[in-house]
């Protein structure tokens, strides 16, 4: 298997509300989020099936970790992406060597380029659509209980396509049939109020996507109108007597300087989780764990975009660099 050395991420305890709770770091993985425990099953059973070349859609993270784990196995592919996508993000791409292909548009208008390009012939390495990253997802879940001592009590991770959501369910059920675990944990899935089906479905029923919108959203990362596999995520995060929960882009944002304040340097998709921590912790049974899934210094404009007023000028900082007058210095 063409590994990078996937997931052995930390578990970093952190006191909210008086509580103890856990951030898992996925943002520490190889490619910087949680992405390649399934890229790394992905190209597996890509090379097994001797495909030679591939594409895939992406709004940055699953296309940076393919093209790390193809460029690993010698695997040429081309990543779409849409235009909006953070800059760091297509820059990772390709610099692993894949070509990346920017599309105009919400990120429906990339899925449709890709199936239009799969319909030509390519192989489509989707990680939607084919089944071989759950796998690897299932694997953030033996993970948390080794680490715990026990199963987390409820675990609260940001959701687009929810394939990291279905890949824990996976896990977590097969260790409570296996009798590793004696009950499954409370699958929480944070979506941005301003893409929102899922919550929006679990609300409303049907009849809820009549009003859901692809609007814009720092989350960028969980901007998914359409999620392919939506039933089965609502009805993972049901049978584990989860929900899903949506959020608002201030409070993103909040989330994002609150958890870089604690030294926990994340993506805006990241920060949903921070304030879904907040509004559900009451009602939560202990351990609980909320999933980091993407890096930082993959958003560094938006850094550039808030950065804090507190920097010095430069002046300042050329009094600062004058010697010390500290006696004997």
């Known amino acids: 298997m063409p590994s990078l050395g996937e997931g052995g991420t930390p578990l970093a305890p952190a006191s909210l509300d008086g509580r103890r ?16 425990r399934g890229s790394a099953v992905l190209v597996a059973a890509l090379q097994a099936a001797g495909v030679r070349q591939a594409v895939e859609d992406s709004s940055g993270n699953a296309g940076a970790s393919l093209a790390g784990y193809a460029a690993r196995a010698g695997l040429p592919v081309r990543i779409f992406v849409p235009d909006y996508t953070a800059g760091p993000k297509r820059a990772q791409i390709a610099a692993y060597g894949a070509e990346v292909v920017r599309i105009l548009g919400p990120r429906s208008e990339t899925a449709k380029a890709v199936l239009r390009a799969a319909e030509a012939g390519a192989v489509y390495a989707s990680h939607v659509y084919l089944p071989f ?3 690897g997802m299932a694997t953030l879940a033996y993970e948390l209980v080794e680490q715990l001592g026990a199963a987390p009590g409820a675990v ?12 824990l369910y996976r896990g977590f059920q097969a260790m409570l049939q296996a009798g590793a675990i004696r009950r499954l944990p409370q699958l929480l899935g944070v979506q941005a109020r301003a893409c929102a089906p899922l919550w929006a479905v679990e609300q409303a029923g049907a009849a809820g996507l009549g009003w859901v919108r692809e609007g814009e959203t720092l989350a960028e990362g969980i901007r998914i109108l359409q999620p392919l596999r939506g039933d089965a995520v609502l009805q993972a995060a049901a049978a584990s007597g989860g929900r899903m929960i949506a959020v ?31 509004n559900e912790l009451a009602s939560l049974p202990d ?6 899934t993407g890096s930082g210094f993959k958003s560094t404009a938006h850094f550039d975009a808030h950065r804090p007023t507190a920097e010095r000028p430069a002046d300042d900082l050329r009094q600062a660099a004058k010697p010390s007058t500290f006696p004997g210095v």
Not at 287 to 292: Q, S
């Open 287 to 292: 351990p609980v764990v909320a999933v980091l």
């Open 248 to 278: 608002e882009e201030a409070e993103i944002e909040a989330g994002w300087t609150a958890l870089a304040g604690r030294g926990l340097w994340v993506e805006p998709t990241s920060a949903v989780v921070w304030p879904a921590l907040h």
């Open 21 to 36: 709770v856990y951030f898992k770091c996925e943002q520490l993985n190889p490619t910087g989020s949680f992405k390649d």
């Open 133 to 135: 990253g759950l796998a």
């Open 156 to 167: 609260i991770l940001p959701v687009g396509h929810g394939t990291l959501l279905l890949g």
